[in-house]
């Protein structure tokens, strides 16, 4: 199983973080041990004093697929969940000032917990119109709608598996909205897909 996962994809979180706007999707992985499910808490590592919340929507992969035309995609997940990419925003500003790769700062032990049940692909009325929250201790942190992203999908789909063949299980995660920012030992944090609360853990 592979955990895929597009960075740069909403416009308001590329300027709030001053990057540049980039052509083509940004693929970046994380190994399966970043997984955090069941509702487990997030324990907050010693190796960084900076970790960030990002929610976004996940999609589950339902076949194999390689070389995917755009106009297919959708047949390749079934089902769509959230999760958080956390990042640690040290490490990462450190790594990118000096041009190197940054997967520590999102590969980490834990950096991906996963909602616990995914809504099947049949519930949406449109894909291009699904919103998203996330909320810190109560408080509304993240708000994103999938018509928001720069590439949709299908345009993230089949620009993957151009490079990486996709199987049956595997998950991407769709890029972040803006609002992102720390956390804290003793937050609660609780995601929802549309008013459906399907995410929710603790940093410890």
């Given at each position: 199983?592979?955990?895929?996962?597009?960075?740069?994809?909403?416009?308001?979180?590329?300027?709030?973080?001053?990057?540049?706007?980039?052509?083509?999707?940004?693929?970046f992985t994380k190994p399966e041990t970043a997984l955090l499910q069941r509702g487990m808490p997030f324990f907050y590592p010693d190796f960084s004093t900076d970790i960030h919340h990002e929610i976004e929507l996940v999609l589950r992969v339902s076949k194999n697929g390689k070389n995917?035309?755009?106009k297919f995609a959708h047949t390749y997940f079934d089902a769509i969940g959230l999760g958080i990419d956390f990042t640690a925003r040290d490490l990462q500003s450190k790594a990118k000032s000096k041009g190197l790769p940054w997967d520590l700062a999102k590969g980490f032990d834990g950096s991906a917990p996963l909602s616990p049940t995914f809504k099947p692909v049949s519930d949406f009325a449109d894909l291009a119109n699904i919103n998203f929250r996330l909320e810190v201790n109560g408080e509304v942190k993240q708000q994103g709608n999938s018509g928001m992203m720069l590439h949709n999908f299908a345009a993230q789909i089949a620009y993957i598996s151009r490079f990486i063949t996709l199987k049956m299980g595997d998950l991407i995660f769709t890029g972040t909205p803006s609002g992102v920012g720390p956390v804290k030992i003793g937050d609660q944090l609780t995601g929802y897909l549309e008013d459906e609360k399907l995410l929710e853990l603790s940093v410890k």
């Open positions: 199983m592979k955990i895929l996962c597009i960075g740069r994809n909403y416009a308001e979180h590329i300027a709030e973080l001053n990057n540049e706007t980039p052509d083509e999707p940004v693929i995917i035309d755009p």
